[in-house]
């Protein structure tokens, strides 16, 4: 496509399931970025791919969080036993290396 | 580590020009960016400032004064559909290509 493309564009699910949040980023952009906000705040940092490769996941909250990309290309976000702290909007951005990002529309998330 | 301070919020009449502040302290320095974020929308690319000095895109304006650790982005013209909140960022100075966001700035323009 010709954009970022988050699935799904919402998810509303119970305390404690798990969930998988997908990316597919433009392709040929090596750079691929996931980030959370809370309703009224700022992007909050939570790892970054270059390629296949995360060399910063120090934004990733707890060990509940992780995520994976594959290929190049699509990556994953997985939350394990969802809390309600975890309701937020999960932006995953994509760019070629030191060019600007290019985000998705996000997946809002809430934990009833 | 880096960290950005914007204004909360910021009001302004259509028509008028406006200037959204940016601080920055960082552990290095690799260009400011600046953001544009429609509420229920995604954050899209505006400007980018590597050097000091201002660049200029249409209506919007980026400065940057390395010096002072300190950018602005200036709106003329302003339009309600400029009603938005706007993000600096920086990038990881050690070659990674993290970003870092600043707080953000809810501009509303009013008639």
């Known amino acids: 496509g010709a954009g970022v493309s988050q699935s799904p564009s919402n998810k509303v699910t119970e305390k404690g399931k798990d969930v998988e949040l997908r990316c597919d980023p433009i392709s040929g952009h090596t750079a691929l970025y996931w980030y959370r906000q809370s309703l009224g705040q700022g992007l909050e940092f939570l790892i970054y791919f270059q390629g296949n490769s995360a060399p910063d996941k120090s934004g990733l909250p707890s060990d509940r969080f992780s995520a994976e990309r594959t290929g190049g290309s699509v990556s994953t976000l997985t939350i394990q036993r969802t809390q309600q702290e975890d309701s937020a909007v999960y932006l995953c951005?994509?760019?070629?290396?030191?060019?600007?990002?290019?985000f998705g529309d996000g997946t809002r998330l809430s934990i009833l | 580590g880096q960290s950005l301070e914007q204004p909360s919020e910021v009001t302004a009449v259509e028509g008028a020009i406006v200037q959204i502040n940016c601080t920055y302290q960082t552990s290095g320095f690799y260009g400011l960016s600046w953001y544009q974020q429609h509420d229920g929308g995604a954050p899209t690319f505006l400007s980018y400032?590597?050097?000091?000095g201002l660049e200029e895109t249409g209506r919007f304006s980026s400065f940057l004064s390395r010096s002072d650790s300190y950018g602005y982005l200036l709106l003329q013209e302003l339009q309600m559909k400029d009603s938005a909140s706007y993000f600096c960022a920086v990038r990881d100075p050690r070659g990674y290509q993290k970003v870092t966001f600043g707080t953000g700035t809810k501009l509303q323009v009013i008639p």
């Open positions: 400032n590597a050097l000091d």
């Open positions: 951005a994509s760019s070629q290396v030191g060019q600007p990002q290019h």
